[in-house]
């Protein structure tokens, strides 16, 4: 025996209805939009925690220049480049008195020399030269 099939009535048609897809297609749509913008982020931290560590690097080799050279430099303010994984830096150094003749108080400063705001302070580390031996 074999079974005929009835034809389905009209307007009962299986699928997916137009307001269906359009909701399915919206929801995507601003999931999509949440992860492209959450890569934005995630690639915008990135590079500031790049300079970051560029400018700390920086900051430390100046000081630890400083330190080597052994001189007690006078109060004031040095500028000098201080290149560092072929970023363009600055570092600006400014020197204090301190309460001990024998030590000086330096601030480095580093800037990006090629940013759009050369201004703009990365980093700031502070340390003491001393002219003991």
Request: hydrophobic letters at 45%; one cysteine or more; charged letters at 25%.
């Amino acid at each position: 025996m074999t079974s005929i099939e009835r034809p389905r009535p009209p307007g009962r048609e299986r699928g997916f209805t137009l307001i269906e897809v359009l909701v399915a297609l919206a929801i995507i749509a601003v999931a999509m939009g949440a992860a492209l913008r959450a890569t934005g982020v995630m690639a915008a931290n990135n590079r500031a925690l790049q300079d970051k560590t560029l400018a700390l690097l920086a900051a430390q080799n100046a000081l630890a220049q400083l330190r080597l050279e052994q001189v007690l430099p006078r109060a004031g303010t040095r500028t000098l480049p201080c290149e560092q994984g072929g970023r363009e830096l600055q570092c600006d150094l400014e020197f204090k008195n301190s309460m001990n003749r024998s030590f000086r108080q330096v601030s480095v400063r580093v800037r990006d020399a090629s940013a759009s705001r050369p201004d703009a302070v990365l980093l700031q580390l502070d340390g003491l030269l001393s002219g003991v031996r």
